[in-house]
């Protein structure tokens, strides 16, 4: 499994900006997606999951009523669309794959993960 994270940036608080993360994987096995931050100093936390039929998404408090976690139609590629961003929301942000027991499983637990991508800086100004 691959992951390619892309789509960070420079932004103005209250601005939006939309992640996205191309996934490679074996077809034989099912996977959940997730979306993890890291800010300097600070602990790994968690964003938003998508399980792996894209029923069932979480999003963390942090992003509540403002992030939104999605999949296109062939499951190759899961967007992270972020909405009112402020200056706590600069981070490192990471993709993640996790090896599903079941469609419907999903995880907010970086340990759930598997498979990591290189992540994309996103900076919000304020």
């Known amino acids: 499994v691959q992951l390619q994270a892309s789509g960070g940036g420079l932004v103005q608080a209250g601005g939006s900006l939309s992640l996205s993360c191309a996934v490679s994987?074996?077809?034989?096995?099912?996977?959940?997606m997730g979306w993890f931050r890291q800010a300097p100093g600070k602990e790994r936390e968690f964003v938003a999951t998508i399980s792996a039929n894209g029923g069932r998404t979480v999003i963390g408090d942090s992003g509540k009523g403002r992030f939104t976690i999605s999949t296109n139609d062939v499951g190759n590629t899961v967007y992270l669309r972020m909405n009112n961003l402020n200056s706590e929301d600069t981070a490192i942000y990471y993709c993640?794959?996790?090896?599903?027991?079941?469609?419907?499983?999903?995880?907010?637990?970086?340990?759930?993960?598997?498979?990591w991508g290189r992540g994309t800086q996103v900076t919000v100004s304020s």
């Open positions: 993640a794959a996790g090896r599903a027991t079941n469609s419907g499983s999903f995880s907010r637990l970086a340990v759930g993960y598997e498979y």
């Open positions: 994987r074996d077809s034989s096995n099912m996977y959940f």
